[in-house]
């Protein structure tokens, strides 16, 4: 499949599917799938985790940080891809203060870790930078006005945006700060329509998008867009197929691709069309997978550690899968003129 021309398969997922009160949507059908032409597996880490953070850096995955299990509480460590040798490196003298729930967001070759806590420690309101050019782990030196534990973060013209989270364990904020990495400095301009958790956000042309996320004590179907300019949000309501909690989303070529999840979301794996504000999807994952790590490399997107269930309970799994849009099937029958192009 050819992303600049042709068409892609894509299949439109209903998102006005009835749902009664405090109930989720019903889970789009998804047919067992096994490694093939879009989906394969990689290789697996050290030390499986969930909540990681990853990053593709000169040929390099750097995979950063995450909880294990409540035995062995937090990975304060980086584990590195080395594509020379093809395996994982891991580098145990890097230490990271906080590393369960903590947000993760790269801008200029760099990786800042914001918020989250260690082991059974206060949420932090602190940032620290991981700089993979050099393997140092160093503080920002701004303290921000609340905990963003849970919450996420997303590089902006005007800084790093950091939204929503925990503020304490159990207390949820719609705090949104800036932090300015040149002063360094920390505003707040906005907060988000409610608060929430658990979701993503990406920045694209002027606009950050917040997508689904745990709202009160539900899953969210929702996408927030706030216009960077005019300072002002919008809520788009069933623009996603499920209330989907720990969605991942990364820009693959210019396209934002949303993935993995909880509950009915686990196998999805889709594209959010920002111009229309609709989700279609993609060949689903072969296994269900959450609060994994995502990254893009060489044009794939690696889908790394995370939560699967087994047997009915959920277990942190230490392999891989990539996704290769390639893979992607044409579409016979042909789809709509909007496509066209893709």
């Known amino acids: 499949m050819r992303w600049g021309v042709g068409i892609l398969a894509l299949v439109v997922v209903a998102a006005a599917i009835a749902i009664l009160s405090g109930c989720e949507k019903e889970s789009p059908t998804v047919p067992p799938i096994e490694p093939g032409p879009t989906w394969s597996h990689g290789v697996s880490i050290h030390d499986a985790r969930e909540k990681s953070g990853a990053v593709e850096w ?4 750097y995979l950063i940080g995450g909880g294990r299990t409540s035995t062995f509480g937090h990975y304060p460590g980086v584990e590195v891809f ?3 040798s093809a395996r994982w490196i891991e580098y145990p003298q890097l ?3 906080t590393n369960i729930g903590t947000v993760f967001a790269a801008a200029e070759r760099k990786v800042y870790a914001v918020s989250g806590r260690a082991d059974d420690g206060p949420v932090s309101r602190l940032i620290e930078v991981f700089d993979p050019a050099d393997m140092s782990i160093d503080f920002i030196n701004v303290q921000m006005a609340a905990g963003h534990k849970d919450g996420a973060a997303v590089v902006v ?3 790093l945006m950091v939204l929503g989270g925990l503020d304490t364990p159990g207390a949820p904020t719609d705090l949104v700060e800036i932090i300015d990495l040149n002063a360094p400095s920390v505003s707040q301009e906005t907060r988000l329509p409610y608060t929430l958790q658990d979701f993503s956000v990406f ?4 606009h950050v998008y917040v997508i689904g996320g745990q709202r009160g004590n539900a899953r969210t179907d929702s996408v927030a867009v706030y216009n960077l300019i005019e300072r002002t949000w919008e809520v788009i309501d069933n623009a996603l197929p499920v209330g989907w909690e720990h969605p991942r989303v990364v820009n693959l070529e210019g396209r934002i691709i949303v993935m993995t999840g909880n509950g ?3 196998r999805l794996n889709g594209w959010f069309d920002t111009e229309t504000r609709s989700w279609f999807a993609l060949t689903s994952l072969p296994e269900a997978r959450s609060q994994s790590a995502v990254v893009t490399v060489s ?3 690696w889908v790394i550690t995370g939560l699967k269930e087994v047997h009915g309970v959920e277990a942190i799994v230490d392999d891989v899968w990539i996704y ?3 893979g992607e099937p044409n579409d016979a029958a042909g789809v709509t003129a909007r496509f066209e192009g893709f």
Not at 58 to 61: A, F, T
Not at 203 to 206: A, F, I, K, N, P
């Open 324 to 326: 290769d849009p390639a």
């Open 58 to 61: 000169e040929g390099k995955v």
């Open 95 to 97: 230490k990271f203060q």
């Open 264 to 266: 009915n979301a686990g």
């Open 82 to 84: 080395d594509p020379d």
């Open 157 to 159: 013209p005007a800084g």
């Open 299 to 301: 044009g794939k997107i």
């Open 203 to 206: 920045h694209l042309d002027g």
